[in-house]
């Protein structure tokens, strides 16, 4: 059986939460119908989007059930399991797949930084816990990031990690499994390396931040994969890269939250007070973001 079990486009979905932290069902329920709206099927749940590292386990039991009762089931869902050490990372695993998740995220185990070996053991000890297939989370923004070789092999040496979620925003990484042909996921996880991943043949998918806030337009730009030399592709990847630019400037995911506000999905809340000059940032933010989709609406639709 081929490894390439995960593909296509999938939302990285905020978790939406009330001013103590804990899930904001209604508000998640308001975004997943939103997504599935916008032809979105797949969702990556419990990720940095989706600020892992404030989940508990019991959270991740109500952000799973919430999705799989939204889509009655019928949602692909890849479900991170990030955390600090072993034992957690096990536990959500668990959980994860008593609620039907597809497959895991998994990144490194964050804060301290690590050798290549230690994320070596860590991932060989997680992916003995379950049967469910996993793809490797490099995310060196906020954990240690992978090697090309640590990546390797462990795609071509544990069974069920059958690939890689890259959001370093480098393609060394899928070039490499590419080039030594490894059966693998080859997952962009930086929406900013999406098109060059295109052009150059070596993703088979994405795991999409902007997906989750503004999911036409990354359907627009992967519809266009098999013609990456055309007007539509050029189109598309423009205006996915001027949306990214805005959101650039807040931290992961504080635009993402302000534009589904903007846009009339869920309210934006936070786990820290948000400064004012924040604040004027997003207030700005959203007046741009509500010119520039009217003009852009009409070319996301013609790149589809």
Known sequence: MSNKQIFGVYAAVLTPRHADESVNVVALRSLVEFLMDQGISRFA???????????????????????????????????????????????????????????????????????????????????????????????????????????????????NIIGIKDSSGSLEILRDLTAHNVDACRIVGNDSALAPALIERVCDGVVSGVGCALPEAILALFAQAETTGSVEFERASTILNEFIEQLNEFPTPWGLKWILEARGVCKATFAQPVAQRRGAQAAAMAEWFAKWRIGVTHNIATSK
């Open 45 to 159: 749940m419990n990720g940095a989007t989706g600020e892992f590292c404030l989940t508990t386990p019991e959270q991740l039991r109500v952000i799973l059930s919430t999705v799989n009762e939204v889509s009655a089931g019928t949602a692909e869902v890849l479900c991170g399991v990030g955390a600090a050490g072993t034992a957690l990372a096990i536990e959500l695993a668990a959980i994860a797949e008593a609620c039907g998740a597809k497959g895991l995220l998994l990144p490194m185990p964050y804060f301290f930084p690590y050798q290549q070996d230690d994320l070596d053991s860590y991932c060989r000890v997680v992916a003995a816990s379950t049967s469910l297939p996993i793809l490797l989370y490099n995310l060196p923004q906020f954990t240690s990031g992978l090697d090309k070789e640590t990546v390797r092999t462990l795609i071509t040496e544990v069974p």
